[in-house]
């Protein structure tokens, strides 16, 4: 039986954030594989500055053209229309072996929104989370993080989760649990690096070198 993750974002582009946590990811899950899906269109998201959906494809494949275990999906960028989540994990369940283990793993400021995703009571019936809790470096108070989490997941998903200290994360009598998992902090976002281009800033050390390469060779974010 496999253990297969789904990373779903813009990757708009990846970074060293996205590289680093998502190994942690791997190695603490124990999975096999994890698809990373660059979404086409983000329904909650700004779509000035998204560029193509190929150049983030090929970065993405860049990043990780080491490691087998991580293949980028284009299954969001062939539908038309904005990229819902759900859309996605039926996709995955449809094209895999039934014995599959899927995880949908997510960064905690992308989880508190999830109620606003579309049929989102379906999707926690549908896959178990992996929620990657980033302690920022002057406050890294777990504890406090964790408890707004699980408040979240209580008033906002069901009230029926209860936390379970052994499986580290929300389990639910109906519904799929939700894990929480605690990632080393790297603070770097997308949207740091777009601006750092934009204005002629070095973006050295924030992506993998050979996705600095193809930036600049092919003038992208300027
Ligand atoms: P932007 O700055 O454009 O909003 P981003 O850097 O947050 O982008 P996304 O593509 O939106 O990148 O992120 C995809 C997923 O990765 C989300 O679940 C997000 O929470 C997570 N993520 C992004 N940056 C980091 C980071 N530095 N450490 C851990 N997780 C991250």
């Known amino acids: 039986m496999k253990r297969i993750g789904l990373f779903g974002g813009t990757f708009n582009p990846i970074h060293m954030g996205h590289v680093q946590v998502i190994q942690e990811v791997k190695k603490g899950f124990d999975l096999d594989k994890i698809f990373i899906i660059p979404s086409a269109l983000p329904p909650h998201k700004e779509t000035a500055g998204l560029i193509d959906a190929l150049d983030r494809i090929e970065m993405i494949r860049l990043a990780f053209s080491d490691d ?65 809790y980033r302690a920022p470096a002057e406050q890294r108070n777990t504890v406090l993080q964790w408890k707004n989490l699980g408040n979240y997941i209580k008033f906002r998903i069901s009230d029926r989760y209860k936390y379970s200290a052994s499986r580290s994360g929300y389990i639910h009598d109906e519904k799929q649990p939700v894990f929480l998992f605690e990632v080393t902090p790297v603070d770097i976002s997308s949207t740091e690096i777009r601006e750092r281009i934009s204005k002629g800033h070095t973006i050295r050390s924030l992506v993998p070198e050979i996705v600095e390469d193809l930036i600049k060779t092919k003038g992208l974010y300027l």
């Open 68 to 132: 087998p275990d991580f293949v980028v999906s284009d299954v969001e960028l062939k539908r038309s229309g904005f990229s819902y989540t759900i859309d996605t994990v039926y996709h995955f369940k449809s094209i895999l072996p039934e014995n599959t283990e899927l995880f949908f793993i997510v960064g905690s400021d992308a989880f508190l929104e999830v109620d606003t995703w579309k049929s989102f009571k379906d999707l926690f019936l549908l896959i178990p989370f992996i929620v990657m």
